[in-house]
């Protein structure tokens, strides 16, 4: 079953401006992980935030965790070209080892 | 990706016959995944491994099954094609300190007529 829900499904927005993500989760989890996919291509992994953690950073990514809420942000601040692509979260509960993704937002970067 | 390759990347196939997907790993990894992704879905457990020959279910089992004979490779099959199971099928492998690292493969495109 679908653990992530990913809001909004498509957004897309100047060069320069920010963009922010966000995934709706419904059980406890270990840790929540960002991946980008670019069109057609495989799956890379952008950061993991622990249920401990309440914020985290790397580069122009700038990740967020409320568990009270169960959701998450992304945040791309400056956004070029090159950060169009879907991206999704997945969520590792601890059990059956597995990550649970969401359907993914579609970020589309207009020059 | 670095330590995991797919094969083949590209497959198409005709219905009702049997296919076989693999993934190798050179990271020694306990964990081994086959997920398939489709419009509109995140990705979706298919089976996984937790060990040389150690395997279950994931949600969308149904007409496909595993082997992992080793350590480095887990094979998908789908026992007799068909049109829905035209996916893009991705293997992920995971370790790392406390088995929070993911690696996925570039995936396989398969197409089922």
């Known amino acids: 079953s679908q653990q992530g829900e990913e809001d909004p499904q498509a957004l897309s927005i100047q060069e320069g401006e920010n963009a922010t993500m966000n995934c709706s989760y419904k059980?406890?989890?270990?840790?929540l992980q960002w991946y980008r996919q670019n069109s057609g291509r495989g799956l890379v992994h952008l950061i993991l935030?622990?249920?401990n953690e309440r914020e985290k950073h790397s580069g122009r990514l700038r990740v967020t965790l409320d568990t009270s809420k169960k959701s998450s942000s992304l945040l791309i601040t400056a956004s070029r070209a090159a950060d169009t692509a879907s991206y999704f979260c997945a969520t590792d509960e601890g059990s059956n080892y597995q990550l649970i993704w969401g359907a993914g937002t579609k970020l589309i970067i207009k020059p | 990706d670095a330590g995991i390759t797919q094969s083949p990347r590209h497959k198409v196939t005709e219905t009702g016959t049997p296919v076989t997907l693999r993934c190798h790993q050179t990271?020694?990894?306990?964990?081994m995944y086959w997920y398939r992704q489709d419009p509109g879905h995140g990705l979706r457990l298919i089976h996984y491994?937790?060990?040389?020959?150690?395997?279950d279910k994931g949600e969308v089992s149904d007409g496909y099954s595993v082997s992992r004979s080793k350590t480095e490779d887990f094979l998908l099959t789908l026992e007799s094609a068909t049109s829905s199971q035209t996916s893009v099928y991705f293997c992920a492998i995971r370790g790392g300190r406390a088995n929070y690292l993911w690696t996925f493969g570039s995936g396989t495109r398969l197409t089922v007529v």
């Open positions: 935030i622990r249920s």
């Open positions: 059980t406890s989890i270990n840790n």
């Open positions: 491994s937790y060990g040389v020959k150690d395997t």
């Open positions: 990271e020694n990894h306990r964990y």
